[in-house]
C-alpha cells in the first residue's frame, strides 16, 4: 500500500514563505493524482490544491490561489506545495492525499483519495 509522510512544515512570519514535500514509499507517485488539504483543530479538513499523475491539470482553492503552487517531481518522486506571501489564517496541520483516479473529476471531495500522510503543521505569526 502506499505510505505518504508530509515534511517542510515549521513556524514562519506572515509574508514569509514555506515548501512542503510529500514523499512517497511503496509505489512511485506518478501515476497518483496527489492532493493537499489543510485543517485547523475543530474545523473541517479543507481542500488546498491537486496536481494530476501527468502534472496537468492543477487546481487550487479560492483562498490560496496566486499564492501557492503544487507540482512534482518524479525523479524525487515527491509533490511539493511552494507557499509564499503566507498569511496567520494559513495556519493548519497540511496534509498530502493520493488517489488512483485517472482524472480530476470531483478533485475536492477528500472521499476519493485512498492514502494520506500524517500531516505536517505549519504556524504563521502576526
Known amino acids: 500500500q502506499v505510505q505518504l509522510v508530509e515534511s517542510g512544515g515549521g513556524l514562519v512570519q506572515a509574508g514569509g514563505s514555506l515548501r512542503l514535500s510529500c514523499a512517497a514509499s511503496?509505489?512511485?507517485?506518478?501515476?497518483?493524482?496527489v492532493g493537499w488539504f489543510r485543517q485547523v483543530p475543530g474545523k473541517e479538513r479543507e481542500f488546498v490544491a491537486v496536481?494530476?499523475?501527468?502534472?496537468?491539470?492543477?487546481y487550487y482553492a479560492d483562498s490560496v490561489k496566486g499564492r501557492f503552487t503544487i507540482s512534482r517531481d518524479n525523479a524525487k518522486n515527491t509533490v511539493d506545495l511552494q507557499m509564499n506571501s503566507l498569511k496567520p489564517e494559513d495556519t493548519a496541520v497540511y496534509y498530502c492525499?493520493?488517489?488512483?483516479?485517472?482524472?480530476?473529476?470531483?478533485?475536492?471531495?477528500?472521499?476519493?483519495?485512498?492514502?494520506w500522510g500524517q500531516g505536517t503543521q505549519v504556524t504563521v505569526s502576526s
Open positions: 511503496g509505489r512511485t507517485l506518478s501515476s497518483l493524482a
Open positions: 492525499a493520493a488517489d488512483l483516479a485517472l482524472s480530476l473529476v470531483n478533485y475536492n471531495d477528500m472521499g476519493r483519495y485512498e492514502f
Open positions: 496536481i494530476s499523475w501527468s502534472g496537468n491539470p492543477t
